[in-house]
């Protein structure tokens, strides 16, 4: 009996992801110590631009717990350790970072697209 198409869907998307996720486990703390890196003068600015400073260590901090906790079940799938209820359990594992990636990305896009549209505005 053929998979209905959402059937395929979803697994494709955890496929995508858990690619994502593959290169997020390298990309995530490279990209929030250059994003801090890069907006440190945020911090120097009054109101928007040091709440939106905050915002992105916050939000670094955030992802990269939880993809910390995510990559211990990779790794302990990876060791042959139990894993989950299937063999599939590793790549859910890393589509959780990838999720996490994607989402500190467009959070930090968010945040420092408004914080320059503020800083603009008050200009």
């Keep these: 009996m053929e998979q ?3 059937y395929w869907l979803l697994v494709s998307t955890l496929y995508v992801l858990g690619g994502i996720g593959f290169a997020g486990v390298t990309l995530l703390p490279l990209r929030s110590w250059l994003l801090l890196r890069r907006n440190t003068p ?3 600015e009054l109101g928007a631009g040091r709440v939106a400073y ?3 260590v ?3 901090v ?3 717990v939880l993809s910390g906790a995510s990559l211990v079940n990779v790794a302990r799938c990876l ?3 139990h894993c989950h209820a299937n063999r599939s ?3 859910f594992f890393l589509a959780c970072i990838g999720a996490y990636y994607l989402a500190f990305e467009a959070f930090a896009y968010a945040v420092l697209w408004a914080a320059r549209r503020i800083s603009r505005v008050a200009a």
Excluded: E, F, H, T
């Design 58 to 60: 916050l939000c670094s």
């Design 62 to 64: 955030l992802a990269l």
């Design 79 to 81: 060791l042959g350790l």
């Design 4 to 6: 209905p198409w959402q």
């Design 89 to 91: 359990g590793g790549w």
């Design 42 to 44: 945020l911090w120097s």
């Design 54 to 56: 905050a915002l992105l």
